[in-house]
């Protein structure tokens, strides 16, 4: 509990003792009215003060004026009336208080439970100077330099892993319960937590543009962005106060003036009682408070999955995606190519991956890569002389002194050597050994092991349509998608095409559906700025795709996405609820207020029941993990 709370809880505690005291103390008169006003003043002297300083900053209208009026017009009528009864004041204020301590309570844990998740922020960096670790700023490392990073310690800054091997929990960025391994070669983003090995990262990122600084970013700005329910609740408020307004004083004045034309008594007292209790009962705390608390914990409990939603208007519109398109190549593949096949060598495979290994050596090509890779060795240049590259078609080098050709169908017509066709999807790489064909090998992008289950979850999720855009060739991209189970495929796609494809499906959404773009790389932004929402992968995407996104996705899983849409789904569920629950109670209270079916003691109860169910109702938006 904060100082604040705590300074609140005194005061309602002290006011609370005191109106019990006043039942059995036997006073009268103007010590009696002293006493009662001392108990209103405990209680509320903080609410007038802050409807005296709002009609003074011209904000006439809202539940602090309506809570002065309200409690100060009780007291002139127990004067007027000459009672002695100034509970009803005192208590409609101690309790509209007890609420607003509630208020503040629930959303101060809130925040605690978002400020917790995402203290990710770290204090320092450790440089080695002289053989010792000196601590330093995070901000004063400069890009390529050497940090080490100890048990237990924030990784500061992204970088790549020189020297060491340990796990990391990487929870507060993904959601990921499962720590991950890390070892010399391997991409580490900061704010993940070094629980094993000591390393040493070669920094690629200044702090301010690490992962740990777009993710504080991203998170503290994304209360600025309104979405379309929070902007009605702040019109409604706008049109609404002032109308309760001139209704209770119409309420106050119509009937008495009504019943003096027809020669009856005015009854003064009755009707200006209840237009002060209609103003206690119209206070809008539950909308105002409960549907951007609503936002703020669904933002949050998304946060907490690895799920990084820039404001709660892409949340609102996220929960209205019918229609999700997916760039292929890093976002439903892994963008890494591998061997997947090798077929008709009458070698044995791992001698026909070494011949090919070797006469690749010189390229830096992600196929030579991969063939390097799939070889599993290092690489003994020594072992390989002539390399000359056929443009287009592959290369031609001796290895051992023997010739050897690795490269497509047409370097293989060239050669004038017989091959086999391969009807496997991939990029088939042929082999000639000693002008004589040795087989050829598959080389494929590795389908991300989630996708397939992604698109079910997304089906499963209320999308009705699932699409894929990509540059790949067709017999590629409709391999892919009929694996994963993608509803349309379109391929061959350059930049531009993949923006004009987006802006057809745009076209065909129905009514308010959506259309949301998933990717990664720096060719997507353009697309990921077209969508009705774009979400990037966040932890190996681009830049400049983040940037162009509403969502980004912490850990790069297919899976999140249809989890967003839950959470999206959910947070807004709530918020119509609040809406529905808040209007149709508090429309109802101020109709019996008004035919004086209900006190003001009946309203305030109204007042502060609803507005704490709702706030309840709201905290729900933080537990997603389960969705």
Known sequence: MTKKQKKMLTRILVCAVMLIALQVLPVAGIPRFALYLAAYLVIGFDILKKAAKGIGNGRVFDENFLMAVATIGAFALAIYEKSGDYNEAIAVMLFYQIGELFQSYAVGKSRKNISALMDIRPDYANIE???????????????????????????????????????????????????????????IISGCINMTGVLKVRTTKEFGESTVSRILELVENSSSRKSRSEDFIAKFARIYTPAVCCSALALAIIPPVARLVMGRSAAWEQWIYRALTFLVTSCPCALVVSIPLSFFAGIGGASKEGVLIKGSNYLE???????????????????????????????????????????????????????QSAYGREIDRSRVTDIEEVSGRGILARVDGVPVAAGNHKLMEQLGVDFIDCHSVGTIIHMAIDGKYAGHIVIS????????????????????????????????????????????????????????????LLSRQPGKAKLAFVGDGINDAPVLSRADIGIAMGAMGSDAAIEAADIVLMDDEPLQIAKAIKISRKCIGIVYQNIIFALVVKFACLALVAVGAADMWAAIFADVGVMVLAVLNAIRALQVHNL
């Not at 991956?353 to 390229?363: D, G, K, R, T, V």
């Open 445 to 504: 992008d590795v389908v991300k092991p989630n996708s397939k289950q992604a698109i079910e979850q997304l089906h499963r999720a209320g999308v009705t349509k699932t699409v894929m855009l990509t540059g790949d060739a067709k017999k590629v991209a409709e391999s892919v998608a009929k694996e994963l189970g993608v509803d349309e495929v379109y391929s061959d796609l350059l930049p531009a095409g993949k923006v004009e494809k987006l802006e057809a």
């Open 129 to 187: 100077v002289g053989g010792k670790l000196e601590k330093v700023d995070p901000d004063e490392v400069a890009v390529g330099s050497i940090i080490v990073v100890q048990p237990g310690e924030k990784v500061p800054l992204d970088g790549v892993i020189v020297g060491g091997a340990s796990t990391l929990n990487t929870s507060a960025l993904t959601g990921e319960s499962l720590p991950r391994d890390a070892k010399t070669g391997d991409e």
């Open 317 to 371: 519109t996220l929960s209205q995606v019918k229609t999700v398109v997916f760039d292929k190549t890093g976002t439903l593949t892994k963008g890494v190519f591998e061997v997947s096949a090798v077929h008709h060598s009458p070698m044995e495979q791992k001698k026909l991956l070494e011949y090919a290994a070797l006469a690749e050596c010189a390229s830096s090509h992600p196929i030579s890569k991969s063939l």
